[in-house]
Structure formats: structure tokens, C-alpha cells
């Protein structure tokens, strides 16, 4: 079945870019996601790409797609401690059901 | 707009004893979603809905849970009876329709199974 991978922490320093990275396995994958989840609070969805894109910007987010490679990143630029929370990578193939990584929790250090 | 309502937002329980969840999506959303979210994983999905029937209930452990959309719109999930290892969040999410522009996440449920 699909599989979704990611690492589990990230740590970095205020104002420092962060990376994050997502492996899939589903080649038929159509859309790829960041959801972000804040402390005590719900997942939010904060970008999510088309399969037949490489990269899309959303002023300090780049979302990076290699699909030969099936990697997904997720680089936040100036990090700020306000970043500081758990990044869920997900994908979805077929039916609109998204398969979701484990999270990477950030760490942002001031 | 409103967001995707959930309630309770914490429940404790024995086990071998029932529990439900209560789900109000974003008004409109045709799909809903049911997932379990385990401590240190992330989110599984158990059962999605679109208006009142079932698309996917492939990995719902049908002989103890449960699930239903009454009127395409509010849903309900139900354990019965509950297992230690139940303990989890249990995220609600909707979507307009088939799910491709990503889902909007309610806060969840926190079940805890002593």
C-alpha cells in the first residue's frame, strides 16, 4: 500500500531556513500536502502541490517536488519561533483519501 | 466560516466500555473523513464518507467500530467495546468534494482507555 515517510525532528535556529522531507511510495500520487500542527491545536493545511509541478512559493514557504525520485521538502525561509510545530507530508492517488506521514516535529531555537 | 466541529475533546474510559464522537463538518462539504492518530504517528484513516455513504471503510475494525452520516451532514463514530489500544486521537476532517485541495481538520477527540 502507499507509504508516506518523514524524518521525526528538525531542529533549528531563529532565523535559519529549515527543511523538511518527505519520501512517498505511490506513483500515481496526484496531489502532495504540508499540513501543520501548533501545540493544543488542530491540523492545518498549509500548501499542497499538483503532481505535474516541480516547485511552488507562498512568500517564506517552497514546496519542492522531484516525483522521479518521489521526494517532497517543504522549506520555510527565516524561521521563526512561531514555526515551531509538527509538519505532516500526505499525499493522495485516488478518491480524495490522503495517506499521511508521521510527522516531523521543528524545534525552532532563539 | 465556521470550522469542523468535534466533540468531546477528551474522553476517558475503561475498557470493554462504548464511547462515541460527534462530528460536524464545514457546511457544504460534500466528503468527510474519520482518522486515528496514535501517539508519535500520524493520522489513519478508518472510514470517509461522501454526502451519507461510505467510499472507503477498508481499515475500520468493523467488529468493534462504527460509523455514520445522518443526513450527509453531522457523523458519529463509535466504539464498542473500547481496547487499551484505542487510546488515540480521533481527527474529523471535511473536504468540498473529492478530497484534492486538502481537508480542513477539526480539533479531535482525545480518547484515553484505562
Known amino acids: 500500500g502507499e507509504d508516506v515517510e518523514q524524518s521525526l525532528f528538525l531542529s533549528v535556529r531563529e532565523g535559519d531556513s529549515s527543511v523538511i522531507n518527505c519520501t512517498y511510495t505511490?506513483?500515481?500520487?496526484?496531489?502532495l500536502y504540508w499540513y501543520k500542527q501548533e501545540p493544543g491545536a488542530g491540523l492545518q493545511l498549509l500548501t499542497y502541490?499538483?503532481?505535474?509541478?516541480d516547485m511552488k512559493q507562498d512568500q517564506r514557504l517552497t514546496v519542492l517536488l522531484n516525483k522521479k525520485d518521489k521526494h517532497l521538502s517543504l522549506r520555510i525561509a527565516d524561521t521563526q519561533t512561531g514555526d515551531s510545530a509538527i509538519y505532516f507530508c500526505?499525499?493522495?492517488?485516488?478518491?480524495?483519501?490522503?495517506?499521511f506521514g508521521d510527522g516531523t516535529t521543528l524545534t525552532v531555537k532563539p | 466560516e465556521a470550522g469542523v466541529a468535534q466533540s468531546p475533546r477528551y474522553k476517558i474510559i475503561e475498557k470493554r466500555q462504548s464511547v462515541a464522537f460527534w462530528c460536524n463538518p464545514i457546511?457544504?462539504?460534500?466528503?468527510l473523513y474519520w482518522y486515528q492518530r496514535i501517539l508519535g504517528q500520524g493520522p489513519k484513516l478508518l472510514i470517509q464518507?461522501?454526502?451519507?455513504?461510505?467510499?472507503?471503510d477498508s481499515q475500520l475494525p468493523k467488529d468493534r467500530f462504527s460509523a455514520e452520516r445522518l443526513k450527509g451532514v453531522d457523523s458519529t463514530l463509535k466504539i464498542q467495546p473500547a481496547k487499551l489500544e484505542d487510546s488515540a486521537v480521533y481527527l474529523c476532517?471535511?473536504?468540498?468534494?473529492?478530497?484534492?485541495?486538502?481537508?480542513?481538520f477539526g480539533s479531535g477527540t482525545r480518547l484515553t482507555v484505562v
Open positions: 476532517a471535511s473536504s468540498p468534494s473529492d478530497g484534492s485541495y486538502g481537508y480542513t
Open positions: 505511490d506513483s500515481s500520487s496526484t496531489y
Open positions: 502541490i499538483f503532481s505535474n509541478m
Open positions: 500526505a499525499e493522495t492517488a485516488s478518491a480524495g483519501k490522503s495517506t
Open positions: 457546511s457544504g462539504h460534500a466528503t
Open positions: 464518507f461522501q454526502n451519507n455513504g461510505v467510499v472507503d
